[in-house]
């Protein structure tokens, strides 16, 4: 079965079952060769834009034809770092994201409408055109400083991976994680990168006194499914190796499943948890699928894309578990969705966690043995002492 839905049709065949279909956006998409190894088939403008943009035959070849799209990074200089929120959907109410936008072109992302504020494309532009927090570290230190501010666990790359490629060259996230192993601040981390190896050297000692937990993101242990629904994203197998050598150092590792989108990866789960708990993983999370804003399109697109004989059952399912529509907003209900069909992806996985063997009750961390950064590695001059 996976073999099959691995089959592409080629992109006039794909246009045309998305024209067939009643899809808006068979026009647009970009060409293939262009948009090789991207996550999202079209550029559409930002929804904030007085202006949209739609694409033009004007009569070029295809070999001459723009370049294959670059990845953009432009440096950005934010005033704070630690974002916070009042959600009781999620498990904590502060977070670092050292990115924006996300080079892994993962087409499912709940982040990608953000980067309408920058007044770009929640489509190509989100994973191709990207903005790196410089000075985050330094930002942290004078945060975690001021006098008022009470230690709680700080969830690292909440919105986009903290290890996605970039990470490589600007090491931000380090640099994050280095100030927070010194002041001993409790983090959880959510990354579909193996790249979170290179940084067991700060990872294992803060685990030892129980300041850190990683979830590895594994949204499907297909390979070939994974190089179309996350381009840019490591493997499969070395997302399970970054399990493997994570509870190896001694780091409490835990395994997400997300999303769970129908129709597509929901035939899943059980292979997921299972292959995450032989490879170390003890707790695990899933999330059903969720298109807020521009995503209730893009998923069409997608799946005409590249499974336009699955586009109708996913959407009748998606719908099914948002009460008929692409998307609900409430707390309580748009991480794991309602009715039928979103109770049995519910109850497959508390029988299938439950069977394997893992936690029941998350892992606590400690903030017992926060020590706040001195003013001057803040950033301040130090204050003199009396005594």
Known sequence: MAAQASKLVDDSQRVTVARQLGARFGDRLVDADRRRGRGAASNPSGR??????????????????????????TVER???????????????????NPYRGCEHGCFYCYARPTHAYQGLSAGLDFES????????????????????????????????????????????????????????????????????????????????????KVFVSVTTVDRGLARRMEPRAPTPERRLEAIEKLAAAGVPVGVMAAPIIPAVN?????????????????????????????????FREWLAVNFPDKL?????????????????????R?????????????????????????????????????????PAEAGAPRQLSLF
């Open 129 to 212: 055109r990207l903005f790196v927090k410089d000075g985050a570290a330094a930002l942290l230190e004078r945060e975690l400083a001021n006098p008022k501010y009470k230690p709680k666990v700080i969830a690292l790359g909440a919105n986009t991976d903290a290890y996605q490629p970039i990470e490589r060259q600007y090491r931000v996230t380090r640099a994050v994680l280095e100030v927070l192993a010194k002041a001993r601040h409790p983090v959880g981390i959510v990354t579909k990168s193996n790249l979170v190896l290179r940084d067991l050297d700060l990872l294992a000692p803060m685990a030892a006194d129980g300041l850190v």
């Open 334 to 374: 748009r991480m794991a969705g309602s009715g039928p069909y979103a109770w049995m992806i519910g109850r497959r996985f508390e029988i299938a966690a439950k069977r394997l063997g893992y936690r029941e009750t998350p892992l606590s961390l400690r903030s017992d043995l926060f020590r706040a950064p001195a």
């Open 78 to 96: 934010p005033r704070t770092i630690i974002a916070r929120n009042d959600s009781p959907d999620i498990s904590f109410d502060q977070s670092i």
């Open 48 to 73: 904030l834009e007085a202006f949209q943009r739609e694409p033009i035959d004007d009569g070029w070849t295809a070999d001459e034809a723009p370049a294959p799209l670059a990845t953009e990074v």
């Open 312 to 332: 109708k059952r996913a959407i009748t399912l998606t719908q099914s578990m948002h009460g008929g529509k692409d998307y609900e907003s409430q707390w309580g």
């Open 266 to 298: 929901d035939g899943e789960i059980e292979t997921i948890l299972t292959r995450a708990y032989s490879a170390g993983a003890r707790e695990a999370g899933y999330v059903a699928l969720r298109l807020p804003l521009e995503l209730r399109e893009s």
